[in-house]
């Protein structure tokens, strides 16, 4: 499972850019082709957040469709069943526009107080 390497980086992030302050959430963007798991991405997070800013955060998630722009007649479309073709001259010169993606999407920080 890919995923405990993407907590253990998403988890360094947080480290990172959290200059030390507790993380209350963190948000991750994943799209439906990227090849990740969301449960056990939340999984392999709720076991590596502990002794980390992370400790107390949690993740929330945002499934991103797969578009795709057609090379033939522009149309931007969203795919279903993992058919690629152009739904409406159905052209399969298409390109993968968004449902690739992982990343995350912002923090929330511990205020002082």
Avoid: R, W
Wanted: glycine share 6%.
């Amino acid at each position: 499972m890919h995923e405990y390497s993407i907590v253990q980086s998403m988890l360094d992030l947080c480290e990172k850019h959290s200059k030390g302050k507790a993380v209350e959430k963190v948000a991750v963007k994943i799209g439906k082709m990227s090849g990740i798991e969301p449960h056990f991405l939340k999984e392999s997070f709720e076991v590596f957040k502990e002794d980390t800013v992370c400790q107390n955060a949690v993740m929330e998630m945002e499934l991103i469709d797969i578009t795709i722009e057609c090379q033939k007649c522009k149309e931007v479309s969203k795919v279903d069943n993992f058919n690629f073709y152009c739904p409406v001259c159905e052209s399969g010169d298409t390109k993968v526009l968004t449902g690739q993606e992982m990343h995350i999407d912002y923090i929330v920080l511990k205020e002082d107080g």
